[in-house]
T-cell receptor, first 117, second 108 residues
Framework: GAVVSQHPSWVICKSGTSVKIECRSL??????MFWYRQFPKQSLMLMAT?????????EQGVEKDKFLINHASLTLSTLTVTSAHPEDSSFYIC?????????????FGDGTRLSIL | AQRVTQPEKLLSVFKGAPVELKCNYS??????LFWYVQYSRQRLQLLLR??SRESIKGFTADLNKGETSFHLKKPFAQEEDSAMYYC??????????FGSGTRLSIRP
């Protein structure tokens, strides 16, 4: 149980386009989802926390207008990289947690590799 | 400031040898510590958490508040333990902060 699905797993696009990444909790309702970014050979860096039905909370240094997060339902959160540029190329990973309490662990998706040409 | 430090980028040990992956943290409150593992071509998954005080796949980790450490240990390494291991800290806002990770390589 507790499966998190991310789509797409890999996307290549031209500079200036916007890319949407989906994160779905398949067998549980996720009131909280997290978006991470991972550079090659580096650790995961938390970008933002999204709670269902409310605005996402962004970490310091993360541009809200650049990385749009929507968490409109209990099973889906989306991350849209707007007007993507080569420096946005990275591995993006989402995780989901079943409740707002801290006892619930985070379950991770497989990640999305984004390559901007 | 909240911080998780994993001093070793790579740890290589022989099969059957003991393993210790180091993790130190910096946090002003009462921390929640985790170890996550990522096997080759697989997603990140929770290995263990300090509040559970359980042993998973032979791994244990004890929270030492005096030394602000949460080292991961296993008495006898197995080849299937080769993976990337991340120590992580959960804060009061329920965010998780990851260390830089240690790649564990078990030699036959």
């Amino acid at each position: 149980g507790a499966v998190v699905s991310q789509h797409p797993s890999w996307v290549i696009c031209k500079s200036g386009t916007s890319v949407k990444i989906e994160c779905r909790s398949l067998d549980f309702q996720a009131t909280t989802m997290f978006w991470y970014r991972q550079f090659p050979k580096q650790s995961l860096m938390l970008m933002a926390t999204s709670n269902e039905g409310s605005k996402a909370t962004y970490e310091q240094g993360v541009e809200k207008d650049k990385f749009l997060i929507n968490h409109a339902s209990l099973t889906l959160s989306t991350l849209t990289v707007t007007s993507a540029h080569p420096e946005d190329s990275s591995f993006y990973i989402c995780s989901a947690r079943a409740s707002t309490g801290f006892n619930q662990p985070q379950h991770f998706g497989d990640g999305t590799r984004l390559s901007i040409l | 400031a909240q911080r998780v430090t994993q001093p070793e980028k790579l740890l290589s040990v022989f099969k059957g040898a003991p393993v210790e992956l180091k993790c130190n943290y910096s946090y002003s409150g009462s921390p929640e510590l985790f170890w996550y593992v990522q096997y080759s071509r697989q997603r990140l998954q929770l290995l263990l958490r300090h509040i559970s005080r359980e042993s998973i796949k032979g791994f244990t980790a004890d929270l030492n508040k005096g030394e602000t450490s949460f080292h991961l240990k296993k008495p006898f390494a197995q080849e299937e333990d080769s993976a990337m291991y991340y120590c992580a800290l959960g804060d009061s806002a329920s965010k998780i902060i990851f260390g830089s990770g240690t790649r564990l390589s078990i030699r036959p």
